[in-house]
């Protein structure tokens, strides 16, 4: 079985970084290059890292006692205000500064964050366990220096399982486009369902909160491979929480498509053991023995 560790550098790799592998299969003596596998499931990991700290960003904002009782704060870099008023919750956050110097923000995840954006939803979606939210986009959105249209991020409150919190969020015909060390795009869909596993000891936001999330993401990389992943809803969910911008664990599927694709079924696993290193593993499903490296 061939198995690869990685460290994910995600964006890295696609701008510059090669990787080297020799796969032998038996008993043939045959050479097979898995190098367009390997870009493409690095090269995935970067929307799906944009999801991650996106999202807990905004889970952040629902839980922290600062913000809901009238303070303006500072979350993950931008000034975050809540008012509730005219039947309506709005969150804005705002890495923004007049201050040509600074226009953007380094985040709590170690990317760059610019422009001004707003969590609509009606005033008693704190208290409620179903809700809708819409994103109001007041100054263009980057990430690092791509252009994204988070408008078209849909988060909802689905109710509670098991006594712990829903979230259902669409991210639908997302764009990601920009100069990141050259020209690339990213174009993604992506339906997750989000459950909250909340400390009991308090209401507010906690150290040892995290989420496990299932679904499907789909789209296409810069270096034109197609892929869709799918993360089933059972123990091999992915873990984020507030400690970590990394997934901490879980496992998917990946298909990929595209030229020079030898392989187009993959596995990956978010290594448990390596807390919060960023390693995952890549199996592809043949038989064969290998080395792999990143440089």
């Not at 263009?140 to 994204?148: H, N």
């Not at 409150?157 to 259902?168: I, P, V």
């Not at 496992?251 to 960023?278: Q, T």
Request: contains cysteine; aromatic residues 14%; proline residues 3%.
């Amino acid at each position: 079985m061939k198995q690869i560790n990685i460290t994910g550098l995600f964006i890295l790799l696609v701008f510059g970084m090669f990787i080297i592998v020799s796969c032998k299969k038996h008993p043939e003596n045959t050479q097979t290059d898995y190098n367009r596998e390997l870009q493409a499931v690095n090269s995935y990991m970067y929307p799906q890292q944009f999801t991650n700290q996106f999202m807990l960003s905004f889970f952040k904002s629902l839980y922290d006692s600062s913000l809901i009782n009238g303070e303006i704060i500072t979350l993950d870099s931008a000034k975050t205000i809540m008012k509730n008023e005219n039947d309506t919750l709005t969150i804005q956050m705002e890495y923004w500064s007049d201050d040509i110097n600074l226009w953007h923000h380094i985040d709590s995840y170690r990317h760059f964050r610019c422009g001004t954006y707003r969590f609509v939803a009606d005033s008693l979606f704190l208290q409620s366990d179903t809700g809708s939210v819409t994103i109001e986009v007041v100054k263009p959105f980057y990430y690092d220096s791509l252009t994204v249209n988070i408008e078209n991020i849909k988060i909802a409150k689905t109710g509670k399982t098991d006594g712990n919190q829903t979230f259902r969020v669409l991210f639908e015909n997302m764009v990601m486009d920009g100069t990141y060390a050259g020209k690339f795009t990213w174009k993604f869909n992506a339906d997750f369902t989000y459950v909250l596993y909340k400390d009991e000891t308090t209401p507010y936001l906690s150290p040892d909160d995290y989420y496990l999330f299932s679904g499907t993401m789909s789209g296409n990389t810069p270096v034109d491979i197609g892929y869709g992943i799918k993360i089933s809803p059972d123990t091999s969910r992915y873990k984020i929480n507030y400690n970590c911008f990394y997934t901490i664990e879980g496992k998917s599927v990946l298909e990929m498509h595209g030229v020079g694709i030898n392989n187009n079924v993959s596995y990956i696993d978010f290594i448990k053991e390596d807390g919060c290193n960023n390693q995952y593993e890549v199996t592809f499903p043949e038989q064969m023995t290998t080395k792999g490296s990143i440089e």
